[in-house]
């Protein structure tokens, strides 16, 4: 592994803050809140490795599942804010969960949560067993209301942005889906794929390579306009529900209390290979979308990602 003096004499990482005096003392740890496998697995292990090279440490993944990805943050903010312990936090358990009572009561991750970076756009898409028997959006809702049971549909855990994409489909159709909650988006797909539910709402990352290969229909992505990643995929707001819109995300976070040299000395070499070839096409391999934004600004969005998402459920 390249020391970060070496990348800093080939001109790869400039200094252009000042470092944080003694930081890294050690190995870091990136705490994943999901099961292997998914975008936020994939995205950690990337940026860590990248991380780890502008430091000259080694960062180790860590997952951490459950909670809709809330376990693992819950984790993290309870660590030591010496830079050493990392995380990656999603759209759910950061801006959604704190809104419903029961789940926020014991954790509120704005404020116990330093964020350091939004590290990508996630798309989100509604995807169907083959045999379900039905292959696009508007026939899963029509078969939803004629069957009393209902459809089962899978997601990456209760209050998920994945969870909540699909209530508000519900609440804005009156489809009849049932809720299975998983710990992640890689066992969503197992079961799918092997019909013990018949539709799941998952990271696109997941679902594409079985998109690709046929042993899923893709139904719709829940973004306003269809996604660069698959562009083919309907969205739900030209299927079903005008206007509809739940974004998938992912950033890295830090516990509370972070020292602002650390955050910068985290954030740059992040910031500064967004502009490299091989990490972007690394990133949309996975279908996601680049969407850096660095601790200030991350900051600024979580608060408005909050805000609306309140409005969404308390609405």
Aim: include cysteine; aromatic fraction near 4%; charged fraction near 15%.
């Amino acid at each position: 592994m390249l020391s970060r003096r070496a990348l800093l004499g080939a001109g790869l990482f400039a200094p252009t803050f000042a470092y944080a005096q003694g930081f890294p003392t050690r190995n870091l740890t990136m705490i994943v809140p999901f099961a292997p496998g998914a975008s936020s697995d994939g995205i950690a292990r990337i940026v860590g490795e990248k991380l780890g090279e502008a430091l000259g440490k080694t960062v180790v993944v860590e997952n951490r599942a459950g909670g809709g990805g809330t376990i693992g943050l819950i984790g993290l903010a309870r660590s030591a804010p010496d830079g050493h312990t990392l995380g990656v936090g999603a759209t759910g358990a950061l801006v959604i969960n704190p809104h419903v009572p029961e789940l926020a009561v014991n954790f509120k991750p704005l404020q116990e949560l330093t964020p350091i970076a939004k590290l990508i756009d996630i798309p989100l898409v509604l995807v169907a067993n083959p045999e379900s028997g039905f292959r696009t959006l508007a026939e899963l809702i029509a078969r939803s209301k004629e069957r009393s049971g209902g459809i089962s549909f899978g997601s990456t855990g209760t209050n998920s942005a994945q969870h909540l994409s699909v209530e508000l489909l519900k609440k804005a159709t009156g489809a009849n889906l049932v809720h299975v909650p998983y710990r992640g988006s890689a066992p969503v797909m197992t079961d799918l794929l092997g019909g013990q539910i018949q539709m799941a709402s998952v990271d696109l990352t997941s679902a594409a390579p079985h998109i690709k290969a046929g042993k899923v229909i893709p139904l719709a992505v829940t973004s306003l306009k269809r996604v660069e990643p698959a562009p083919e995929i309907p969205t739900i707001a030209e299927s079903a529900v005008p206007g509809f819109e739940v974004t998938g995300w992912i950033g890295m976070l830090g516990p509370a209390g972070m020292d602002p040299a650390i955050v910068e000395q985290i954030a740059s070499p992040i910031r500064q290979v967004q502009s490299d070839a091989t990490y972007l096409s690394r990133v949309r391999n996975l279908a996601c979308v680049e969407a850096f934004l660095g601790p200030r600004d991350f900051a600024a969005f979580l608060d408005r990602e909050s805000t609306k998402m309140k409005g969404l459920i308390q609405g």
